[in-house]
């Protein structure tokens, strides 16, 4: 977790996956970052979870997240 001015970013590299393969869940202050590549067969052949947790200053109500082009996930979040 990275503080810049007033917000927090939380930065992943998920560009292995397609973007309806990787969730972002909240829940007390805590990010999960999931993901999953299926293949033709139905196997699951690649994953990806990455787990953070925010600082206690962090608007809850404030996170957002975007995907970029590259594939890096970017999850910012308003400090109070």
Same mark, same amino acid.
């Given at each position: 977790?990275? *503080?810049?001015? !007033?917000?927090? #970013?939380?930065?992943? !590299?998920?560009? #292995? +996956?397609?973007?309806?393969?990787?969730?972002?869940?909240?829940?007390?202050?805590?990010?999960?970052?999931?993901?999953?590549?299926? *293949?033709?067969?139905?196997t699951?052949? !690649?994953? +990806?979870t990455?787990?953070? #947790?925010?600082?206690?200053?962090?608007?809850?109500?404030?996170?957002?997240? *975007?995907?970029?082009?590259?594939?890096?996930?970017?999850?910012?979040?308003?400090?109070?």
């Amino acid at each position: 977790v990275h *503080a810049q001015g !007033d917000t927090y #970013q939380v930065v992943a !590299d998920v560009s #292995q +996956f397609e973007p309806p393969d990787i969730v972002v869940t909240t829940s007390n202050c805590h990010v999960t970052i999931q993901a999953e590549k299926v *293949a033709e067969d139905g196997t699951i052949c !690649d994953t +990806f979870t990455h787990k953070c #947790q925010l600082p206690e200053d962090t608007d809850p109500l404030s996170v957002s997240c *975007a995907l970029t082009e590259a594939g890096t996930l970017v999850i910012t979040a308003r400090r109070r």
